[in-house]
């Protein structure tokens, strides 16, 4: 299980918060007219995948991106793109347009929560933002794309693409605490990357991303403990020994929920502790509640299984 900042097990859509503007409301190099614009790398428009969706959302950090979503099967999603391709070629990387063949894409039609072709959404500074569906007229859709350029110039989005289609795309900034983490995980020190996740949240408590990554951490520390020599038999004796175990017994369960849950088995380890959450009262009813929190934290409050599982939650507390 590692450490990304995924949207809970699919793509990060909040990954970037609202930019503070230097004096000269500048990011980055400005454009040669001295008109003030920053000029970032990127063609006006590309094909987007699961592979270079998070490009797409630092692009929007720095200036506004349109997703189109279209299929083969759909007659009006040609004349939606076609339309679209000529605005974003109109407006010279004022915004890039993003194109998704939801064929073979589905996954990241998922990611934004839609399944309808033709739509759009517009990303601004990582945040999805529905726009229309269906094909409007030309009139409506060059409005629709101003009001999302202006809205992007309120968030001090205003920079414009090159139009390079070899660039590379910008790296999303790591926040240094951040980094500290993912440099401690990497060496192995999971002590390190708790102390670093844990002091990002102490200086930002509305750090989403930290806490996902020390839910995670947490995780893997409870694992390592679990079986500290690596003994390949050692999760299976976890398991058995919850199995003898009555379901009131608050470790033993506990403990079994994170093997199946580290061994990619969530939906096991969620009927477990719901199954406690039932059975139990008070602190034991509480630490098996948090544990569901944080495994519903890990994989992202849009997964299906998440979903079905909050609302059994729901009912066995209520």
Do not use: C, W
């Amino acid at each position: 299980m590692s450490i990304n900042g995924s949207l809970g097990g699919a793509y990060d859509l909040s990954a970037f918060q609202k930019q503070t503007p230097t004096n000269d409301g500048l990011v980055g190099e400005t454009g040669a007219d001295g008109g003030g614009a920053t000029v970032v790398p990127g063609p006006y428009v590309v094909e987007l995948t699961s592979k270079n969706l998070q490009g797409a959302i630092t692009t929007s950090s720095k200036l506004p991106v349109i997703v189109a979503f279209h299929s083969a099967r759909s007659e009006n999603s040609a004349k939606l793109i076609t339309q679209l391709e000529r605005l974003a070629i109109a407006n010279q990387g004022r915004f890039q347009l993003a194109k998704v063949d939801t064929d073979e894409n589905a996954d990241v039609a998922q990611a934004f929560g839609t399944d309808a072709v033709p739509s759009a959404a517009a990303l601004l500074q990582g945040q999805p933002v529905p726009l229309f569906q269906g094909l409007p007229d030309e009139a409506q859709l060059t409005e629709t794309i101003e009001k999302i350029l202006q809205a992007g110039e309120q968030y001090g989005l205003n920079a414009v693409l090159d139009g390079d289609a070899n660039a590379t795309p910008p790296e999303p900034e790591i926040p240094p605490l951040h980094k500290e983490g993912l440099e401690a995980l990497e060496n192995g020190d999971l002590e390190a990357a708790h102390a670093a996740y844990t002091k990002a949240i102490s200086q930002n408590p509305g750090d989403d991303e930290a806490q996902t990554a020390l839910h995670q951490v947490e995780l893997l520390q409870r694992i390592a403990k679990i079986n500290p020599d690596g003994d390949p038999e050692a999760p299976q004796k976890v398991l058995l020994a919850a199995h003898d175990a009555p379901i009131t017994d608050l470790e033993a369960q506990l403990r079994a929920a994170d093997v199946e849950f580290s061994f990619q088995r969530p939906d096991a380890a969620f009927a477990r502790l719901i199954d406690v959450v039932r059975a139990t009262s008070g602190d034991d009813r509480e630490a098996a509640r948090q544990r569901l929190i944080a495994y519903f934290d890990i994989l992202g409050p849009s997964q299906d299984i998440v979903v079905a599982a909050r609302k059994a939650l729901t009912n066995a507390l209520f």
